[in-house]
């Protein structure tokens, strides 16, 4: 189990390496975010133990049942799920540095609320659905600057750049569209000199799509089952992505 997870971590690092190459990018300018959704304590562990500490949950319950197991081990967490407002308390509990996945306001004003409870601040990162698809979450393309302008005002937020899930798709010209479009997003934001912001991070591309999500600027790469192994229900399960 041990060879198998760093024998996958090395080869996904290599093909970062790659392409970072290939679009004349520095390897160091791009982060390999482990997607651990499902993935038991003691993998994980192997996996921080070889020095890739950056790690990112989907859902919240997911984080409680790993956090004792793992807190002893050296490690960022990140979350990358859909957040609802009545599980910002306990997101905040478990050792969370950085929220992914902000899409609203109203969620923006409740964290913020509880962020001056705890008199904390937090990382994020605005999730944008640049894939126009209504089963995922995220702002509409459309929206995103005005939403970033409101989260701005709030100060416990620390906006660090932009997410999104592409497009499920196996033809690259059409995720391309989308990674395309948050870096658009991302350069029109810097142009407005926005107080208190950053624009560094854009997390996008997974192992299907990596080296097209590192042409057009990711700096943040999510990375699951290619490390870990398959699961037994697909992406869309543990992305939590349907609104119904």
């Not at 902000?102 to 894939?131: C, F, G, H, M, P």
């Not at 990375?223 to 870990?228: P, W």
Request: net charge neutral; with cysteine; proline share 2%.
């Amino acid at each position: 189990m041990k060879e198998e997870i760093l024998r996958n971590m090395a080869v996904i690092q290599e093909r970062i390496n790659n392409a970072c190459k290939e679009s004349n990018r520095n390897p160091d300018e791009v982060k390999l975010l482990l997607a651990t959704k499902t993935v038991p304590a003691e993998r994980i562990k192997i996996a921080l133990q070889a020095g890739h500490t950056l790690i990112a949950e989907n859902k919240v319950q997911e984080l409680k049942e790993k956090y004792e197991a793992l807190k002893g081990v050296s490690h960022t967490n990140h979350f990358i799920g859909h957040l609802q407002t009545n599980k910002i308390k306990e997101v905040l509990k478990y050792d969370v540095s950085c929220i992914q996945s902000l899409d609203r306001i109203d969620l923006a004003e409740k964290l913020q609320q509880r962020l001056e409870y705890e008199d904390k601040t937090i990382d994020v990162l605005v999730q944008v659905n640049t894939s126009n698809e209504e089963s995922k979450f995220g702002v509409h393309p459309d929206n995103a600057i005005a939403l970033v302008q409101q989260i701005a005002r709030l100060d416990r937020l620390k906006i660090k750049g932009l997410m999104t899930i592409g497009l499920f798709s196996a033809e690259t010209e059409k995720v391309r569209q989308c990674f395309k479009l948050l870096k658009n997003i991302q350069q029109e934001i810097i142009a407005l000199n926005i107080p208190d912001i950053q624009m560094k991070e854009l997390s996008m591309g997974m192992s299907g799509d990596l080296e097209t999500a590192i042409e057009e600027g990711a700096t943040i790469i999510r990375v699951g089952t290619a490390i870990f192994g398959q699961r037994i229900y697909p992406d869309s399960y543990y992305w939590n992505e349907q609104k119904a």
